[in-house]
């Protein structure tokens, strides 16, 4: 079998979502200890306005998951087939479609029983088990030739067939 190759569109969507989602993830962790921790904080406490940043990430990734998700369910809806690539698209949506609908002066001012606040925790939730579920499957189907296939530069010339 020759190396696998992943096309081009697929790796830029999937790349910029890549880098989007941990860090949406990562200062969404730290926005929850800093202005909810109901179910638990992070030891340490780290200054700044996380909450900005948290929604800035966010309105980076909304453009990025809808055209992703456009990709999906036309050009790559083989791909789809896959449960892993399915629930993690799913819950890209979930956690983008619920952060939209949210005010981000909810949590400064301590409002924390909004519905859709709670969809978002739970869409948090869910993107950190579906990627971790997405990556163990790419490992397992294709092992590194495949993870690595999805970070290469190298473009088949126009017209060159899979």
Known sequence: MGRPYQPSL???????????????????LLVYSNLDGRWGRLPWRI????????????????PVALLFGVYA???????????????????LALAVGSGKLMQED????GELDHWVYGVHL????????????HVGVVL??????????MASWRMRALGQRR
């Open 10 to 28: 697929l790796r830029l969507l999937h790349g910029a979502t890549a880098v989007l989602v941990p860090l949406a993830w990562l200062s969404g």
């Open 47 to 62: 200054g700044g306005d996380w909450i900005d940043l948290h929604g800035s990430t966010g309105v980076l990734l909304w």
């Open 73 to 91: 369910i036309s050009v790559g809806r083989r791909r789809l087939q896959q449960p892993a690539n399915a629930l993690a698209l799913l819950a």
């Open 106 to 109: 909810w949590l400064r001012q």
């Open 122 to 133: 739970v869409a948090w939730l869910a993107i950190a088990l579906c990627v971790a579920v």
């Open 140 to 149: 397992q189907r294709g092992g590194l030739p495949l993870a690595r296939s």
